[in-house]
């Protein structure tokens, strides 16, 4: 039975296809079919909208069923008016790219931290991708820990300057490592004590010592509060990335600093030097250094004791012997102050 329609109906009807789609406008369409070159959307014209695969993402490899879902509906650009068949052309990756660079002026105003993926390494720099928006973090803004980074990898930033005009969009890692490291500083300095033992990492080694990151702050851990026994270098016991136990030893909170101690994690050696030892004992030992006013050397492990630069030539000359260091030796205790972990040497043929 074929349906009669009144003109009534006829006006209704012809209404409905009455639309005064230009290009510019934001529509919302149906994606109603794929082809090899795009998708059909449904707009509600006479006739299916087409979306070319090159207005799908900025994303070239994608493809249009990664991005369109069949039957879903979006909001896409019209970016060519109807042809001849009354067909409009759209774009979705406009649209998108508008809300994205909206949403990234949001964060900008609102200081916001957000991550992004690392998608190239160039020179001054790397490129990252942010919802098919690209932007730059300099090199001068990546934070010490994240100057080697790959393809892939995740950072969190937050924005130094924002420009959609001229598709410019900078970035700061280092910003965020420093609002991170200044919230952790505060953090820190409310909750330490001298004489607590705390987890680090060793940050960074020097002649004098070195640095350990407790929460977030890097702390002083000085050559002389690594271990008790002579330690020539940091990097003789201490490696960057190791983590180990350590003491707090002094706090600054005027200047915002914090010393450390290795050594006092470990029992204290003498403690056992005074249990062990006892003026005029014979001691064979390691000597560890030698200076122009005597030799250092280990009379237990951990215990120094200076032996005079006279003795010193005296047993190289009854000797015919040039000490060195490593070189083993015996010795007679003269003095013992262990309360102030001073012990004094001589030769054993010396009278206490």
Same mark, same amino acid.
């Given at each position: ?18 639309? @005064? ?14 082809? $090899? ?5 449904? &707009? ?33 650009? &019209?970016? !060519?008016? $109807? ?36 998608? !190239?390494?160039? @020179? ?14 300099? #090199? ?11 393809? *892939? ?12 005009? !001229?598709? %410019?969009?900078?970035? $700061? ?17 409310? #909750? =330490?004590?001298? *004489? #607590? ?11 004098? *010592? ?33 983590? =180990? ?10 200047? #915002? ?13 003498? &403690? ?12 064979? *030992? ?33 000797? $015919? %012997? =040039?000490? @060195? ?28």
């Amino acid at each position: 039975m074929v349906e009669q329609y009144s003109d009534v109906d006829f006006e209704t009807l012809l209404k409905k296809y009455d639309y @005064k789609f230009k290009r510019g406008d934001i529509v919302n369409g149906i994606v109603c079919a794929y082809e $090899s070159d795009g998708a059909l959307v449904d &707009i509600g014209s006479k006739s299916t909208a087409f979306v070319p695969a090159y207005e799908l993402s900025t994303d070239r490899k994608l493809k249009v069923e990664d991005v369109l879902e069949l039957g879903k509906e979006y909001e896409f650009l &019209i970016t !060519q008016e $109807s042809d001849e068949n009354g067909k409009f052309t759209l774009s979705y990756k406009k649209v998108y790219l508008a809300h994205t660079w909206a949403e990234l002026e949001k964060v900008k105003e609102a200081d916001e931290t957000i991550s992004v993926t690392v998608s !190239q390494i160039v @020179k001054g720099g790397v490129v990252v991708d942010i919802s098919g928006v690209q932007g730059f973090i300099p #090199q001068g803004q990546l934070c010490a820990r994240e100057t080697i980074c790959n393809p *892939g990898d995740k950072l969190d930033v937050k924005i130094l300057s924002i420009d959609k005009t !001229q598709n %410019n969009l900078i970035l $700061s890692n280092k910003k965020v490592y420093e609002t991170n490291m200044a919230e952790n500083r505060k953090n820190v300095f409310e #909750q =330490i004590e001298v *004489g #607590q033992v705390v987890k680090g990492e060793v940050v960074r080694i020097t002649d004098f *010592g070195a640095f350990v990151n407790v929460g977030g702050v890097d702390c002083l851990l000085p050559l002389s509060q690594i271990s008790w026994k002579w330690v020539e270098h940091p990097t003789d016991l201490l490696k960057v990335g190791q983590e =180990i136990n350590v003491e707090i030893i002094d706090v600054d909170y005027t200047k #915002q600093r914090i010393s450390l101690s290795l050594k006092n994690t470990e029992p204290d050696p003498w &403690i056992k030097a005074e249990e062990e030892l006892k003026e005029g004992d014979i001691k064979e *030992g390691i000597i560890t250094r030698i200076k122009p006013f005597g030799a250092f050397v280990e009379v237990l492990p951990g215990v120094e004791a200076l032996l005079p630069q006279s003795a010193l030539l005296e047993y190289q000359n009854s000797n $015919s %012997n =040039i000490l @060195k260091t490593g070189d083993k030796i015996n010795t007679k205790i003269i003095k013992f102050h262990p309360k102030d972990k001073r012990i004094s040497l001589g030769l054993p043929n010396e009278e206490s």
